[in-house]
């Protein structure tokens, strides 16, 4: 029976906390003796204090985008040499410390930057021996990660790869793509290029912003039909009720990954932000992606990144979205384009898929137990 920790970071719906589920469960349906744990380690330190975070930085992002965004540069773009992180050791450090002590894991995974660095800090100093595994969810690497001690790293594109081969020439790098739950099936998208599409509108775990005043504007042209995923988002659901578009339609939250697979596949394209699990979902779909907002920071990021390599639309809000829409589909270019930048990227993944990422995560725990046998026998020796 193995144990592992999952440490995301607070308890709000993020990206992080989806792919510490998506691999707990492809580890759990492999092998259900797997114990899989979730750990916040702000909320273990201190509840309060991990709600007030959370409230402050939803406040931020919507009132000061760009102050924000400013931050978050300086805290995840300057080299940790530039900076002195002693306060956060302070705070910190002891609490991941008795954390590892109490639960005693088989394996660590990270899918967030800041327990990645405590762990990091601890593995340099020889009191964590448990391998550790980064988790990336978004298409690039902030400066926060621990690298140094990370036994092994899951990233989402070999251009990161090559970026951390860079800061750690010894690092065990394998490029898994941002984990999604098995059930997105992957399959051949078929593009239309004729009239009438069915596009999605996905807003993340924030909400659509802006885009709701898009959806305003449109009128009830029956060329493009909307569905609008709404959340736990009682008011945005009833407010797209009230617009009383035929061609407009707001779905509530929902929980059933299977059914989120059959509306993947019945539509043609997808408008959302570039968080990095939803992007990823779409992308093992073969949907044309538009991108409505980013949200400051990582979300600007990862869309100047898709961008450059011709993954993602960004939408102009100074022109009509189903002109943008149709004049897509209506271009064979911009259509063949977006399959060849696809099959590039999906090309680039070295452990594709549940199955592939399960295996590797098992070869990783057989790997520690064969070093932890190796280690034993070499301690006796020396004690004899």
């Not at 509306?263 to 779909?285: F, H, Q, W």
């Not at 991108?291 to 009509?320: M, Y």
């Not at 943008?324 to 070295?350: G, R």
Request: with cysteine; glycine share 4%.
């Amino acid at each position: 029976m193995k144990k592992v920790l999952f440490f995301p970071l607070l308890r709000m719906p993020s990206g992080h906390h989806q792919v510490a589920d998506t691999i707990t469960s492809y580890l759990r349906k492999r092998n259900p003796k797997f114990i899989c744990k979730k750990i916040d380690l702000l909320s273990e330190w201190n509840p309060v204090v991990e709600s007030l975070v959370t409230k402050t930085y939803l406040e931020w992002i919507h009132h000061f985008p760009k102050t924000y965004a400013w931050a978050y540069k300086q805290m995840a773009h300057t080299s940790k040499k530039q900076r002195s992180y002693k306060y956060y050791d302070f705070l910190f450090l002891n609490k991941m410390k008795q954390i590892i002590s109490e639960e005693n894991p088989d394996l660590i995974i990270c899918t967030h930057g800041f327990p990645s660095y405590f762990l990091s800090r601890l593995k340099m100093r020889d009191q964590c021996h448990a391998p550790i595994i980064n988790v990336y969810t978004d298409f690039f690497v902030n400066d926060v990660w621990g690298i140094a001690g990370i036994d092994y790293h899951f990233v989402p594109s070999q251009a990161v790869k090559r970026e951390l081969l860079k800061k750690d020439p010894t690092s065990q790098i394998f490029v898994t793509g941002i984990p999604i739950s098995e059930q997105f099936a992957e399959q051949p998208h078929l593009i239309k290029r004729g009239s009438g599409y069915h596009v999605l509108v996905s807003g993340g775990s924030v909400g659509l912003g802006g885009m709701t005043e898009i959806l305003r504007r449109q009128n009830d042209n029956e060329t493009i039909k909307y569905i609008v995923l709404c959340g736990k988002n009682k008011k945005l659901y009833q407010s797209i009720v009230n617009l009383g578009r035929s061609n407009i339609h707001p779905l509530p939250y929902i929980t059933s990954k299977e059914k989120m697979n059959e509306l993947y596949t019945k539509v043609d394209a997808i408008i959302t932000k570039p968080g990095g699990v939803t992007i990823s979902e779409a992308l093992k779909k073969g949907l044309p992606i538009f991108i409505h907002s980013a949200l400051p920071g990582q979300e600007e990021i990862n869309l100047s990144l898709l961008k450059e390599r011709k993954l993602v639309h960004e939408l102009d809000d100074e022109h009509p979205l189903e002109d943008q829409i149709t004049d897509y589909f209506k271009d064979p270019s911009l259509v063949d384009q977006f399959h060849y930048s696809l099959q590039n990227y999906l090309s680039e993944l070295e452990a594709r898929g549940p199955e592939q990422i399960s295996t590797l995560i098992n070869s990783l725990l057989e790997e520690k137990c064969l070093k932890a046998f190796r280690y034993e026998i070499e301690r006796r020796k020396k004690v004899q």
